[in-house]
């Protein structure tokens, strides 16, 4: 059993990667079970956030419901386009029901006098839940069943709605008491969960990474690919220094110590419950698939 995460430069409609990303997941899931944990689609997350804090303008609410509606529709083109066999009919449904969705809760939000947190938290998420239904549908096509975990009900975290810390003992109850076939594709959105009244909070932003590490505690998995667009970690900056070196393995003590305002390589929530449950990490690249990257180990 192993998790796999792709962030949002893996799910980028310019050029190839999210067919890569596919390709992927079916690979895996043809030799074992697996998990899959994602982000949503690049610039995503940023474009909903400016949208929220958009609202009193019309005409800006307009141009980013456009935007992210264009994106969209063009990562399912570059799926349908493809020889995964997914209609694009199929995937535009998809897309046209949750934007309807969005489109709805952004009308209401933009007739409130005062936006609460708990409302703002459900915009800024659509991009991961969408990106779900997606992949989840790619997947079936391609004859694998499916389990989608909604982390709304599942993974319990507590603190504000936009950056809350998971309560990993009932996320791992939550898991265990779903019934859910060996083998089954498992797909969550990254970056959610829900507190103790089941509404949806936030990990924080660039979290997704750490979704992968909860769901793979919660699965007992043996290993948690994160997949970006980096070949794995470097001792410094490699697009600031010609000198740094990519590690091919490094301890989690030892990362911890590397770790400066800025990191942007793994979330320090993911690094700190890895190295609790002595969760081994691999960071990939996904332009780059056959590097074996940085391996995270827990003890030394």
């Known amino acids: ?9 893996s799910l980028i409609h310019t050029n190839s990667n999210i067919l890569h990303v596919i390709d992927i997941i079916i690979e895996n899931a043809k030799t ?5 944990v994602l982000s ?12 929220v804090n958009s609202l009193n303008n019309k005409f800006l609410v307009n141009h980013y419901l456009l ?29 046209s029901n949750e934007f309807n969705s969005l489109s709805d809760m952004v009308v209401k939000l933009t007739k409130l006098d005062i936006l609460k947190q708990r409302d703002i938290v459900k915009i ?23 389990t989608i975990i909604n982390p709304i009900k599942k993974i319990l975290a507590n603190g504000s709605y936009l950056e809350s810390v998971v309560d990993i003992d009932t996320s791992i109850r939550n898991i265990n008491n779903m019934i859910i076939p060996s083998t089954n594709v498992i797909l969550m959105p990254g970056f959610i969960a829900g507190n103790k009244c089941y509404e949806l909070v936030l990990l924080g932003r660039n ?9 793979a505690v919660c699965l007992k998995a043996k290993k948690c ?55 081994d990490c691999i960071i990939k690249n996904i332009n780059n698939p056959n590097l074996s990257g940085t391996i995270l180990l827990s003890n030394n």
């Open 67 to 95: 935007v992210i509606r264009t994106t969209f529709t063009k990562i399912i083109k570059l799926i349908s386009t493809s020889n995964i066999g997914v209609d694009f009919n199929t995937l535009y449904l998809i897309l």
């Open 207 to 215: 979290s997704s990474d750490y979704s992968a590490v909860i769901l």
């Open 225 to 279: 690919e994160i997949w970006k667009d980096v070949d794995g970690i470097y001792d410094q900056d490699p697009k600031s220094s010609s000198k740094a070196k990519l590690f091919k393995h490094i301890y989690y003590n030892d990362l911890l110590s590397l770790i400066k305002p800025g990191f942007k390589i793994l979330h320090l929530n993911s690094v700190f419950l890895a190295k609790r449950f002595n969760i």
């Open 1 to 9: 059993m192993k998790v796999l995460k792709f962030g949002g430069s």
């Open 124 to 146: 800024i998420s659509w991009g991961e839940k969408l990106i779900v239904l997606i992949i989840d549908e790619v997947v079936k096509v391609r004859g694998f069943c499916v």
């Open 40 to 51: 949503a689609p690049y610039k995503i997350t940023d474009y909903l956030t400016s949208l």
């Open 32 to 36: 074992e079970r697996i998990g899959v």
